[in-house]
């Protein structure tokens, strides 16, 4: 079975420009959750979506958003971009009944 | 504010040796779950307990979980190279988000 994918693996960006980055679910989850982690820290919880609906939000800028889609994909937009924002981005997704959580392999943003 | 504590915040030993590492909160989680992360790329699930006393077995690899749920720990028998890595505890409470440790970053000397 596919695990949780993620694209674009790189992305390199200016400041003050926007990026999406999109997230497909592995089949069967219905909740997808987003996570940066900066160098040498842990993932920091940005948002979580259940069944199209947000259900958390981490303390992030309103310059970040996200969307679920009816086929359970998932997109993390950024506005503005800064310097500070360069980071991986990750994305996890869980069946919405069990606590367990699974990542995709990251998109890692550099902001110059 | 930190939720998880992990400890030791880098950890490098000779292959064979023995090892432990800790995750530590004043925070009750309902399950928690351990995670091995190579650079650049997304965290791998390794386990989650989810009871109290919970004791887990992967190969080498001996997870603990607090009998409050408070706690957990990691222990790993004859480290080999293949072990290198940042492992990360991250705790979550019913269906909300992960609340990560600070990470254990171990590398394993031939």
């Known amino acids: 079975d596919a695990g949780v994918t993620q694209s674009p693996t790189h992305l390199i960006k200016t400041r003050g420009q926007h990026v999406t980055l999109r997230c497909s679910p592995i089949?069967?989850?219905?909740?997808v959750s987003w996570y940066q982690q900066v160098l040498g820290q842990g993932p920091q919880f940005i948002f979580q979506?259940?069944?199209?609906?947000?259900?958390g939000r981490g303390n992030f800028p309103d310059r970040f958003s996200a969307r679920q889609f009816p086929n359970y994909s998932s997109e993390l937009n950024v506005n503005a971009l800064l310097l500070g924002d360069s980071a991986l981005y990750l994305c996890?997704?869980?069946?919405?009944?069990?606590?367990?959580?699974?990542f995709g392999p990251g998109t890692r943003l550099l902001v110059l | 504010t930190q939720l998880l504590e992990q400890s030791p915040q880098f950890l490098s030993i000779q292959e064979g040796e023995n090892l432990t590492v800790y995750c530590n909160s004043s925070?009750?989680?309902?399950?928690l779950q351990w995670y091995r992360q190579e650079p650049g790329e997304g965290p791998v699930l390794l386990v989650t307990v989810v009871t109290g006393g919970e004791v887990k077995k992967l190969k080498r690899l001996t997870f603990q979980f607090g009998d409050a749920r408070k706690d957990s720990s990691l222990h790993i028998t004859a480290a080999q190279p293949g072990d290198t890595g940042l492992y990360l505890c991250?705790?979550?409470?019913?269906?909300?988000?992960?609340?990560f440790g600070t990470g254990t970053r171990l590398t394993i000397i031939p």
């Open positions: 996890a997704s869980r069946t919405g009944t069990q606590e367990t959580q699974y």
């Open positions: 979506y259940y069944e199209k609906e947000e259900r």
């Open positions: 925070s009750v989680f309902s399950s």
């Open positions: 991250a705790g979550a409470r019913g269906n909300e988000k992960l609340t």
């Open positions: 089949s069967g989850h219905k909740s």
